[in-house]
């Protein structure tokens, strides 16, 4: 892990640190001794921008949801047929979950026992939920196999999509880019989904 030095100190960087403790130590595994050290600064330096080890991750977990909330207003996922906003939510999800790894990944790992946890949690689903309409709006359309029920589908997407933070690691190299990895699962799951290719 690497330390944040004291002169370089700021608030994204002690966010960062925290984040990557959390994911390694688990939530609930996590002290501010833990995350003091960490970031190499003493505890009062932490509460001096936050008010709570709880705060850090509410404010963790809101960068990733504001990420995955926001594709859902790009124009890509507004306009046209239902199918090509599905399409488009999906790549635009991997590539926000890609470019903000280890905020999805402290995301996906809540459990709902705390009160920021249960938030994360809600609007999840609230997201979830969305998706899952514009797939069940794609079927209506007729543009997604009449054969593969729509939960059932919605579930296979969400969990191709989510497991990408447990093998995804850019830093050992030889992973597939950002790019490659969104054109992998937009071309599996559509062409198992799509009537027409």
């Not at 609930?28 to 009062?44: F, P, R, Y």
């Not at 938030?119 to 007729?142: C, N, P, Q, T, Y």
Request: no cysteine; glycine share 8%.
């Amino acid at each position: 892990m690497t330390m944040a030095r004291r002169d370089t100190y700021t608030p994204e960087s002690l966010l960062a640190v925290a984040v990557e403790v959390f994911n390694r130590r688990g939530y609930d595994g996590t002290s501010m001794e833990h995350l003091s050290k960490a970031a190499g600064i003493s505890k009062s330096s932490i509460y001096h921008h936050v008010k709570s080890k709880e705060e850090l991750l509410r404010l963790a977990i809101s960068r990733a949801l504001d990420g995955l909330f926001g594709v859902l207003e790009e124009p890509g996922a507004r306009q046209g047929r239902a199918i090509e906003r599905l399409e488009y939510v999906t790549r635009r999800e991997v590539e926000v979950l890609l470019s903000e790894l280890p905020y999805v990944t402290l995301l996906l790992r809540v459990r709902g026992n705390t009160g920021t946890e249960r938030w994360a949690m809600e609007r999840r689903r609230e997201f979830d939920h969305r998706v899952a309409e514009l797939l069940k709006e794609a079927a209506a359309e007729g543009d997604i196999r009449p054969d593969v029920e729509s939960r059932l589908a919605t579930r296979l997407l969400f969990g191709m999509i989510n497991s990408i933070v447990e093998w995804y690691r850019p830093e050992r190299g030889g992973s597939a880019s950002s790019e490659e990895v969104a054109d992998a699962v937009v071309r599996t799951a559509f062409a198992g989904l799509r009537t027409t290719p």
